[in-house]
């Protein structure tokens, strides 16, 4: 890790995991008003299904890719109706607990089944090193960026194009209205979460052989992707993906220039700062409820 | 009309995003009088009221409470000069009994803090005590003196809607903003308001409302103003309101609330 | 003028949780009393929790920091630079207040969901500052050499008489949350909780009040802090994770998030139950984490919250009272 250059490429190919993981906490929240901090979790939980197809079903790489973000997308919709659901007129405070509980106990069963050590999932398209701008970055690396790029066009076919994007949106936008003309709120809550998990699950495969996923990597994962959700206010898809590149970058920089050892807390420091130039709009959307 | 203007407004102007809902309203409220403020759906009334208790800021325009400039300053600062306020969808705090909900009331008039009360000074228990009274004289004022113990949210709608009443009262507001107070109410319901506006007003306190029941608030209302889609279209005694031509047309259509 | 706190019951319940406290260190084996020391030291940290979420409505995912904060000030104070103890207590309690200060204006400014992830960013910030400045700290391997604490000739140097200095801290402390809690004060903290825009139209604070709170809540962390580090007479980084903040939550929510006095029983609740449970490796997390999803869901209030309301609800019934 060393010229600058190779510290941005590195950056922004984190970033795209943030990316991935904000646009989780974006879809839900907008949905639902709920922050799942169990999204973290999904990403973990994506990297290690890959790895139990991969090594002990020994499947192809594609199928293990669909079949485990599949399975993802299955736990989070029982999260949803089996936590969520029963205590959806709960206030806030309450919601916020039950998905880190949510986010613990899957944790805790993910350190019980699979054990604390690193698990290795192998490269994609192999390891040498690709030349690329005059740096060296590892291929696994354009896999990321590459499947970032088709999550994010996906997305925007899907709520532009489809009758249930559409149906997203519009709860996003207006949930009593949107219950007036029909759309069945509840059933659009257990897809934003099905959806997010997915997004995660995406999001934690593709980025496995870089980071060699454990049980414990949810947490700050789940907490960076927060972050830059929350630069584009948890209702903005594209700030949410701004916002995770250039977490990515900022980071990256922090560890190779300064220090790896504060890097979480240097991003983490940063960003605060940028969240309290926020508050204001946070402030006046909640106060024109 | 007797006494100088209480609360006056000028120029009173508020957009969100796109959408005026107020423009340019002038308006002066007399002290010691009940005021109304009427106009058909969407005229902007809440508005009007949010602006004036300081929910929100406006986009233009000034709002005075005697010769004290309110722009700028928090909902809990305009407690404190004297303003208070009801919801339209009651807010009572819900998990307290009534008597607390009144007790609240009073925390602008008292002043014992975490340490007072930590170690239970002596200061601090004669408050307790003086809260407790007063906030039983404004709970009898409204007649819910034997629903002191009850928990707010059992409390049958029509009494709620007193009980936040007397909640705005025990904070001794020169000016009592009350927002649709009828809305919800039966015919017996509202003859027991219309008593307990003018009880408020003989102790002194100045009455605003919002209303939609015309015939409630040419009961009660000294002076009305009439707004439609956020503009001032007439202002008066009732009768002179009652036979406005441009009120009367504003109306048209709408449904007798 | 009638006061729950003075329900009979109430009485009599209190009366016999102090006489059941003052007389444990006889009854029992000594392995119970060093628990019952650590469940001490916790409860003074759940109480603050309880008070903050449960009667402001408010989150806190780091309130660990603030427990290390009090721990490393009093640490470092007493054995590396000599000052007394009990005068390092204090100081680590004012910086930890000042810190905790600073810190809320801002974060007070976020509602909601927002605030519970900068607290949780403030606490991972704290903790990595904890193990990466060892010239203060000792690092990851921690410091040693704390004092014991000491009035006069007594010196608080065995479990036994350790447990009695906790639990006067703790129910000295639990009576002062009670009767802030009984107070206009507290009221105003339950309104906020309620509904924080009624609070504002009656003329409170919010903001004010959530600062306040938070800074208490960290005050009593500080002190359980210090408190431990005189018991352990060593400190590490290491007990100060996100994952002890979780565990305060899960302390808090089964003891009820608005009961004072439920902070005793989810604090001891709790940690027999992880006691129990570490026969079978580290099944506490999945434990926790399931507790925490089971009581927000069914039981919001909390267990002894909901014990309470539902022998008052049987008791009106008896009554007779209206509705």
Known sequence: MGTVVELCLYGVSLGAIYAIIA?????????TRIINFAQGEFVMLGGMLAFVLLSSAHLPLAVAFVLAVVMVALIGLMLERLAIRPARNAPVVSLIIITIGASIFIRGIAGKVWGKDPVVIPAFTGEEPVSFLGASLNPQSFWVLGTTLAVMVLLHLFFSYTMLGKALRACASNRKAASLVGINVGTMSLIAFSLSAALGATAGIVVAPITFPSYSVGVMLGLKGFVAAALGGFTSLVLAVVGGLGLGVVESLAAGLISSAYKDAIALAILFVVLLVQVRRFREVGEEE | ????????????????????????????????????????????????????AGVFAPTRGEIHLGDRLLNGLSPEGRVRLGIARTFQDVRLFGDMTALENVMTGRHVQSRCGFFDAAFRLPRSRREEEDIYLQAMRYLNLVGLGSRAQERASSVPFGQQKLLVIARAMATEPKLLMLDEPGAGLNAVEKDALRELIFRIRDLGTTVLLVEHDVNLVMRVAEWIVV???????????????????????AYLGQEAA | MRRRLLGSLKVWALSALVVAVALVPFVVNPYYTSLLIVIGIHTLLTVGLCLLMGYTGQVSLGHAAFYGTGAFFSAILSASHGVNPWLAMFIAAVATGGMAYLVSFPIFQLRGNYLAMATLGFGIILWVAFRELDQFTGGPSGLSGVPYLSIGGLVFNTDFKYYYLVWIAVLGILFISQNIVNSRTGRAMRSIRSNEDAARSV????????????????VYASLAGSLYVH??????????????SVRL????????????????????????MSESLHRFGELDIILFGFLLMVVMVFLPQGLTRGLMDLYERVRARARGAGR
Do not use: C
């Open chain 1, 23 to 31: 646009l989780g906490f974006t879809i839900i929240h907008s949905v």
């Open chain 2, 1 to 52: 009309m007797t006494g100088e203007a209480l609360l006056r407004v000028r120029q009173l102007s508020k957009s969100f995003g796109g959408v005026v809902a107020l423009d340019g309203v002038d308006m002066a409220v007399q002290s010691g009088s009940v005021s109304a403020v009427i106009g058909p759906n969407g005229a902007g009334k809440t508005t009007l009221f949010n602006l004036v």
């Open chain 2, 227 to 249: 707004l439609d889609h956020g503009e001032k279209i007439a202002e008066g005694t009732a009768r002179e309101v009652q036979r406005n031509p441009k009120v009367i047309e």
């Open chain 3, 203 to 218: 003329g409170i604070g919010v903001s004010g009040f959530k600062v306040k709170v938070f800074v208490l809540a960290a």
């Open chain 3, 231 to 244: 018991y352990l007479t060593f400190v590490s980084p290491q007990p100060f994770g996100f994952l002890f």
């Open chain 3, 249 to 272: 939550i899960v302390m808090a929510v089964v003891g009820g998030l608005a009961s004072i006095w439920g902070a005793i029983f989810g604090t001891t609740a709790v940690t027999f």
